[in-house]
């Protein structure tokens, strides 16, 4: 038996248009479970709707419709007070450290804050405090320090930090390395899977560095305008990709080797990234596809097991299963 | 070898104080040929983005100021030319591509007007620099030019603007792009059109580009040769094929393990660097590298290596040769 730590199930986001403006469905019928002590990886370029379905997930905006269970209880955002306890057990880290922490805070002061937000009536003692910072590879004297006295690195590993002091069960990481140097990267990708082996963390990791999701993640989804067009575990999602836009995506990503980019250049591979806003009819990714056929412009295709929990959602790559 | 077309030579940055400055940028000498492609590689405060600024004099000044060295254009000092000159030059010879595009766009003007005042600007007819914003704004690949000349920043995408970006840097035809970090923010299938854009265009026109990326596979795809910073210095000149077969100077070789690759297995540790890049303001003597460095000797310590060719048309500043590794 799987144990699923987070399972939403049908979740549909539709913002109001502004006066005059259709309504947008930033998410449209996203289901994913999550294994407890696994990742969880989301790609996706931006406007894919990574960043609304991790809204959701922590509970900063309630689903159109859809459910979200934590622990096989339902997680209700409707009403402010509300499943805090739930909240508790799911946590955020943003991409740009900086600006998620309070630059006229110590650092020993913003975990202890968490707690207070959280209403546990527990004390961030010294020696929390500094158990939380070593966790992060941290000294204890950081608790003293302000934001702006921290690099890019350090102030990640606060902010991981300040995600783990209410001991959450799932960390939603949102772009978590992308505003970091190269060199910092491997440092808290390293990081991440430490504390995650030694806390039995959950981890829903999303990013658009598909190599980085490609090292960390068990189990991919691939967005695509609101929807998962592609999902199933690491190696099949990158080794044996279904969806062509998983392989636009793949072919798209600049190799660092030269001879491998000197021979694309002579294939004359191009990615072909075309603005759509919204289709109507069909298969929303037709206008980009290179594999496109005239039937995929009137059928919308459905997430569809192809082989061993390996979904794709695509007529063409649907129709080579058999 | 072709006579540089941009020359940077020995230009040293400072934080200028009363008495005497503290150096940033500690002799960074970097040249491109016409045609040439060049990458600047360096983490945050490696000194690359004030290394570009300085040639076209738009470090914030005060405090920062060019301390020494001199910037040649074709041979005329860049640091000398009158302010009638420079306006000439700037934008004109040499264009710069910003890394936030959304900030350098007027967000009150259609961004086809922006195009056109640069133009004009560099002595364009109206009737002359709206023909041209038509033509270059079709050939940066936007789908529908003529939506977006008469768009405002705001009612464009990322990728739009940043295209719109670079086609304002290419209407006056420079013979230098600097582009700095242009496609950072950019997902990766816009990067891919970006990077293919830029070389397609460089090889019609043969202007030279320097490219400032953290981005070691920006690198591999696009540059010819590829030139590393660390702690205010240029640490290793190479050509793309040697700098990825034959790294020569052990940061360079750190970054390069520090990606997961196919190389890597799956979860398993990435090669972390370790440590923090110093600052620059408190070097004391010897190599600012080598309390990272895993091949540091007695000698590191003591002075700082200057670039040692390594051959194979690669330098270093490591007393070291790669194959004492």
Request: glycine letters at 8%.
């Amino acid at each position: 038996m799987v144990d699923l730590v987070l399972r939403a199930a049908n979740l549909t986001k539709v913002y109001r248009g502004r006066r005059g403006h259709a309504p947008v469905d930033a998410l449209s019928d996203v289901s994913l479970d999550l294994e407890r002590g696994t990742t969880f990886g989301i790609v996706g370029e931006s406007g894919c709707g990574k960043s609304t379905l991790a809204r959701l997930l922590v509970g900063l905006e309630a689903p159109t419709s859809g459910t979200i269970r934590i622990d096989d209880q339902p997680v209700v955002i409707s009403e402010r007070s509300a499943s805090r306890e739930l909240a508790r057990k799911i946590q955020l880290v943003f991409q740009d450290p900086f600006s998620s922490l309070d630059p006229r805070m110590t650092v020993g002061k913003a975990l202890k804050e968490v707690l207070t937000v959280h209403s546990l009536h527990t004390d961030m003692t010294s020696l929390r405090a500094s158990e939380l910072l070593s966790m992060v590879g941290l000294t204890r004297r950081f608790a003293e320090r302000y934001p702006h006295e921290l690099s890019g690195g350090q102030a990640q590993r606060v902010a991981i930090a300040r995600a783990l002091a209410v001991e959450p069960e799932i960390l939603v990481l949102d772009e978590p390395t992308s505003a970091l140097d190269v060199s910092v990267r491997a440092e808290i990708i390293n990081l991440l899977v430490r504390i995650q082996d030694e806390l039995k963390l959950s981890y829903l990791f999303i990013s658009h560095d598909l190599s980085m999701v490609r090292h960390i993640s068990d189990d991919i989804a691939v967005m695509y305008l609101g929807r998962v067009v592609e999902m199933g575990r690491y190696d099949q999602v990158f080794v044996t990709p279904l969806h062509p836009y998983t392989s636009a995506l793949e072919d798209a990503i600049p190799v660092p080797n030269p001879e491998h980019e000197r021979s694309r250049q002579a294939a004359g591979a191009v990615a072909v990234h075309v603005q759509v806003d919204k289709v109507t009819r069909g298969c929303p990714y037709a206008p980009r596809c290179a594999l496109v056929e005239p039937r995929c412009r009137d059928t919308a295709p459905t997430l569809t097991e192809k082989a061993n929990g390996h979904m794709v959602s695509c007529l063409v790559a649907l129709d080579d299963a058999q | 070898m072709t006579a540089a077309l941009l020359d940077i030579r020995d230009v040293h940055i400072g934080i200028i104080r009363r008495h005497g400055s503290d150096e940033i940028v500690r002799g960074v000498s970097i040249s491109v040929a016409p045609g040439e492609k060049l990458g600047i590689v360096g983490e945050s405060g490696s000194g690359k983005t004030l290394t570009m600024l300085s040639v076209l004099r738009l470090l914030a000044s005060p405090p920062l100021g060019v301390v020494k060295g001199e910037i040649l254009l074709d041979g005329e000092d860049l640091a000398r030319v009158d302010a009638k000159r420079l306006r000439a030059v700037r934008g004109g010879e040499i264009a710069m591509v910003y890394q936030d595009p959304m900030s350098s766009l007027n967000p009150l003007m259609h961004v086809g007007k922006q195009i056109e005042e640069t133009l004009k600007a560099h002595g364009s007819s109206p009737l002359v620099a709206s023909d041209r914003t038509r033509e270059v704004l079709g050939q940066v690949g936007l789908a529908d030019p003529e939506r977006v000349r008469t768009s405002f920043p705001h009612q464009l995408s990322g990728g739009m603007i940043q295209r719109v970006m670079i086609a304002m840097a290419l209407a006056t035809s420079p013979r230098v792009l600097i582009a700095d970090e242009p496609t950072t923010a950019l997902d990766v299938t816009i990067q891919r059109q970006i990077l293919e854009l830029v070389t397609s265009l460089q090889a019609e026109t043969g202007m030279a580009v320097l490219w400032v990326t953290h981005d070691l596979g920006v690198v591999a795809s696009l540059v010819d040769n590829v030139v590393v910073m660390y702690a205010g210095r240029v640490v290793e000149k190479a050509t793309t094929t040697q700098l990825f077969a034959r790294p020569t100077h052990p940061y360079t070789k750190a970054l390069l393990q520090s990606l997961p690759g196919t190389g890597s297995s799956h979860r398993s540790a990435l090669h972390q660097i370790g440590g923090t890049p110093p600052d620059p303001t408190r070097l004391g003597p010897g190599c600012p590298f080598r309390v990272r460095c895993p091949y540091a000797e007695e000698k590191c310590a003591q002075a700082e290596p200057e670039l040692i060719d390594r051959g194979e048309g690669s330098f270093a500043a490591c007393w070291k040769d790669p194959s004492q590794w």
